[in-house]
């Protein structure tokens, strides 16, 4: 056991025995005694930026194994403020994140009548309150049962970040008496969402008078709970579809996998949404993406049943839903499915699994709109093969934003035990890199993959050196469009080809990748049609090293299917419900695949 002579020292032995194993950190002159205490206790890994080390954290609790966890450590001012937007991200998507903070001295606080007094001093709590869960200064040693309690606030209930700011003058004070722990149970955070006989029946009721049910699972479905309980609703042969943040709850190989709806998903998993006449919606907030701005008439000719731990989500004023319950996700999968198996509970929904075949195997690959010109790579079809290629312990990261996003999460047929990890509240570009190793962090052992435009890449290249640093299986797709593609796309369709800052032409600056990347010694290789899966990308793609993957893009293609505007029957503009997507589907297609609308 390491001594504990300050209090620094005693907060990181407290750390270590909450749960926390891994700290991502920049140095500063605020934390210098608690980091100087981490290393001593924890894997310790530096960025090269505080947005990456909070990135990169929030993605590593997202995909670690039980008893991995990472916590933020950063010093005051400016690198609070870098920080800023992982905190934001892991608020909106509702993720675990401890930040620790450095502050100035408890004398040199300004407490708010003051712009300044302290060094680098600026009031953290003021900064995070509307983006955390709990934001404190500490401006006074803390016993272990409050860190603890601060703490578990970031897992229980509706997950989110926790910030604490630490007065360096208290990190250097001695370590402080200790104090009886208080008793801890693991499920008493979220004893009050716990399921009700009166949810399950109403939701098994339901479930049996439905003759095309489709269960829409969030991410409020815990990946363990989702592995061991799934099962017993695909013996039944309910469809299941996924939201973006729960992309890899169900893997292609289940017969009535259907995939993710989304105003930006494929048209295949939208069309078998809309044509639910029950839709499940398992942990799930379904925000205005997941619903289409057309939210009126999102599962036009079907019942909602929405089920989320934050009863604030339930009482949006969209879309739709005829039934609110506002009980743990995870206890109502386990309580349904036991319910389902101790009435040995039979559907009749053949001709609707049978529709959901169909669609599913007409309509999933890639849309024949997509064209490339001579030379480039056409994005869609590429996904689509790449993926062929990836095995089932995969990890993958499709970063958050912009064209290789939506075209990845729209052609993407993941494999079972494939994991998925992205940001889809804030959609912030530049997550892709550092959310990529903190994931490759909390599993070594397995292959991640890495997809990104080159705008977004641009945002947060910088981490290529923590990369480098740490040795890591993984694999880097920049898509090289030359520019901001989805930007590009919005002024050649709405401001007739007026372009503003979008690319090299109007001003972006951006790097020749394979000399930056050679530059810290990562291999590299270009992907054009010729090279695409030839066999030195095959031999790059299957080793045990890092390494980066340009992928030539045409500038001006454009991505399809994608959704529009149309005349309602009122001969009001409005936007076009999910199912509705460009280029429309031909008559004869429209017969086959639209059936209940």
């Known amino acids: 056991m390491i001594s ?45 930026h ?81 983006i955390t869960k ?36 208290v990190s250097a004070m001695p370590s402080q008496k200790d104090e009886p722990r208080k008793l801890s149970n693991k499920l008493s955070a979220n004893s009050k969402y716990e399921a009700s006989k009166k949810s399950i029946d109403l939701i098994h009721n339901e479930l049996k008078k439905s ?7 969030g991410a409020g479905v815990d990946r363990d709970v989702a592995k061991q309980y799934l099962p017993i609703l695909m013996e ?28 930006y998903g494929a048209r295949w998993a939208n069309l078998i949404n809309q044509q639910a006449d029950l839709v499940i919606a398992l942990g799930t907030r379904l925000g205005l993406l997941q619903v289409g701005y057309n939210w009126e008439e999102f599962v036009p000719n079907g019942k909602i049943i929405q089920i989320d731990i934050d009863k604030s989500e339930l009482n949006k004023p969209f879309p739709k839903v005829d039934v609110s319950i506002s009980e743990d996700a995870n206890d109502i999968l ?15 929904i053949t001709e609707w699994q049978e529709l959901v075949k169909t669609i599913r195997k007409d309509l999933s690959l890639p849309d024949s709109a997509n064209k490339a010109e001579a030379g480039y790579v056409e994005l869609h079809r590429f996904i689509y093969r790449l993926f062929e290629q990836l095995e089932n312990s995969d990890q993958i990261v499709p970063c958050s934003s912009g064209g290789t996003y939506t075209g990845t999460m729209q052609v993407m047929l993941n494999k079972t035990g494939q994991k998925i990890i992205t940001s889809s509240g804030l959609a912030g570009m530049g997550f892709g890199l550092s959310g990529a190793i903190g994931v490759g962090l909390a599993d070594k052992s397995k292959r991640t993959i890495l997809l990104e435009g080159d705008g977004g890449f641009a945002q947060n290249l910088q981490e290529l050196g923590t990369l480098k640093a740490t040795n890591l299986n993984l694999k880097t797709f920049i898509f090289d469009n030359r520019g901001y593609a989805s930007i590009r796309t919005t002024q050649k369709t709405y401001f007739n080809n007026h372009y503003v800052g979008c690319d090299e032409e109007t001003g972006l600056g951006l790097p020749n990748w394979k000399l930056l990347v050679d530059a810290y010694s990562i291999a590299s290789y270009e992907v054009t ?69």
């Open 4 to 48: 504990s002579n300050k209090y620094s020292d005693q907060l990181a032995d407290w750390l270590k025995e909450i749960g926390y194993t891994h700290c991502f950190y920049i140095g500063g002159g605020n934390i210098m005694h608690l980091l100087e205490s981490a290393s001593h206790r924890f894997e310790c890994v530096p960025f090269v």
């Open 236 to 263: 039944l042969g309910i469809p299941l579809a996924m939201t973006f943040n729960g992309a890899d709850r169900v893997g292609i190989e289940y017969e009535y996998y259907s995939g993710r709806p989304n105003w």
């Open 529 to 597: 049609p010729e090279t695409a899966f030839d066999p030195k990308f095959m031999e790059l793609l299957n080793s045990d090293k890092a390494a980066v993957f340009v992928v030539k893009l045409d500038p001006d293609q454009l991505y399809f299917p994608k959704l529009g505007s149309r005349i309602n029957p009122s001969g009001v503009m409005a936007s076009s419900p999910i199912h509705l997507m460009d280029p429309q589907l031909n008559e004869a297609d429209s017969k086959k695949y639209i059936r209940y609308i």
């Open 50 to 130: 505080e947005v990456g080390a909070g990135i990169a954290a929030d993605y590593f609790n997202e995909s670690a194994p039980e008893g991995k966890k990472a916590f933020v450590l950063v010093t005051a001012g400016p690198a609070l403020t870098n920080l800023v937007t992982a905190i934001a991200s892991a608020w909106v998507d509702s993720r675990e994140l401890l930040v620790i903070g450095g502050q100035a001295k408890v004398s040199d606080l300004s407490r708010g009548k003051y712009r300044q007094i302290g060094f680098q001093e600026l009031d953290g709590v003021s900064v995070c309150n509307s």
């Open 134 to 169: 709990k934001s404190v200064t500490i401006d006074k040693p803390i016993t272990f049962n409050q860190l603890k309690e601060y703490c578990e606030l970031s897992w229980s209930g509706r997950k989110g970040p926790v910030f604490l700011e630490l007065c360096i003058d």
């Open 334 to 348: 386990i309580k349904l499915t036991d319910k389902i198996l101790s009435e040995k509970t039979e559907l009749e």
């Open 211 to 217: 003759k095309r049910p489709l269960i829409l699972l």
